[in-house]
């Protein structure tokens, strides 16, 4: 790899190279980092609706209870 940029400025390794690489695969990591904080939102409306569920049952089956 270091023979095929021996010869070619510094501004094509450390800046076109990289912006070329942005470019074709940026939206792939775009799609990535956006599947992921989805997936992480999911889990955790998850676990507050299960949260909830279990606090609004515990406190209707307690006061039923309290009641007979």
Known sequence: MNELFKGLP????WVAVPVIAIVVFGGL???????LFGLLFKVLLFAALVGGLVFVVKKF????????
């Open 61 to 68: 089956t307690s006061s039923s209870r309290d009641s007979w």
């Open 10 to 13: 510094w501004w094509v390794k």
């Open 29 to 35: 990591v775009v799609s990535v980092i956006g599947f």
